[in-house]
């Protein structure tokens, strides 16, 4: 049965449904900041770009805000249970929970780096690192392609139903090209891995990694509506027309 969105501020479901929706945009928004954060503040500490966003925990000044993102993010997850069903290929709930883990266990375990992942110990949690960082980039892709998109149903966007139906056709699509972002970045890093074997300074996984995060973190603001509202106001003023 469909939820209807209380538009009513006075209305007690209405705080409830604020507070969903802030734990999504948040969300979405550590994951836009992630590689902007590390990114900056390696650049003003004087450290050039890395070869992956996961090599920013090597360096002290970086690896607060690697851990302090992926930790939040990961922690978000798993307090957002979305929607439950009994069928296990539609219940959001162990997505977002092996979704929160991975993005910990990747914040916990640092990546392999020459000349510091030294003894069995670091070269263990490299590989857990690795393990973690790509279920999680999967999952990613997933959740936008598969899950968003098939669980719109529960949620009464309009009390129009043509309009609703209009709402939900679009935001599957917003949801989708997230995921096929996701997934395309992803397969093409795995070929050009195999293909071109990068070097040590190579920073093409870096980029990669930026661009999946986001695609990642722009399905949540979406799914949060703050981006659309955004879209829609910047779309109306332009439709608007002009006063003379």
């Known amino acids: 049965m469909a939820t209807p969105i209380p538009v009513n501020k006075k209305d007690p479901k209405y705080s409830m449904l604020r507070s969903y929706l802030n734990l999504r945009a948040a969300i979405g928004l550590l994951a836009i900041a992630l590689p902007i954060s590390v990114s900056v503040v390696g650049w003003l500490t004087g450290e050039p770009i890395r070869t992956s966003i996961s090599s920013y925990y090597h360096y002290a000044f970086t690896r607060d805000v690697?851990?302090?993102?992926?930790?939040?993010?990961?922690?978000?997850?798993?307090?957002?249970?979305?929607?439950?069903?009994?069928?296990?290929r539609r219940n959001e709930v162990w997505l977002h929970r092996f979704m929160g883990m991975a993005a910990i266990l990747v914040g916990m375990c640092p990546t392999f780096q020459?000349?510091?992942?030294?003894?069995?110990?670091?070269?263990?949690?490299?590989?857990?690192?690795?393990?973690?960082?790509?279920i999680l980039m999967v999952l990613m892709a997933v959740m936008a392609l598969w899950m968003f998109p098939l669980n719109q149903?529960?949620?009464?966007?309009?009390?129009?139903?043509?309009?609703?139906?209009?709402?939900?056709e679009c935001n599957a699509w917003v949801y989708r090209g997230c995921g096929f972002v996701i997934a395309a970045v992803l397969i093409f890093y795995g070929l050009y891995f195999l293909i071109a074997r990068p070097g040590k300074t190579d920073t093409t996984l870096f980029?990669?990694?930026?661009?999946?995060?986001?695609?990642?973190?722009?399905?949540?603001?979406?799914?949060?509506?703050?981006?659309?509202?955004?879209?829609?106001?910047?779309?109306?003023r332009f439709a608007a027309p002009s006063k003379k």
Do not use: R
Not at 67 to 77: D, K, Q, R, T, Y
Not at 117 to 125: A, Q
Not at 210 to 229: D, E, Q, R, T
């Open 66 to 88: 690697f851990v302090a993102s992926l930790f939040a993010i990961g922690v978000f997850l798993i307090c957002y249970s979305g929607y439950d069903y009994k069928d296990w």
């Open 207 to 236: 980029y990669v990694e930026w661009i999946a995060i986001w695609g990642f973190g722009v399905a949540w603001l979406w799914k949060s509506h703050l981006l659309s509202v955004v879209v829609k106001s910047i779309s109306d």
């Open 114 to 134: 020459n000349k510091v992942t030294v003894g069995n110990y670091l070269v263990f949690l490299s590989h857990v690192h690795i393990g973690a960082a790509v």
């Open 153 to 168: 149903e529960l949620t009464k966007l309009d009390e129009d139903e043509q309009v609703a139906a209009a709402k939900k």
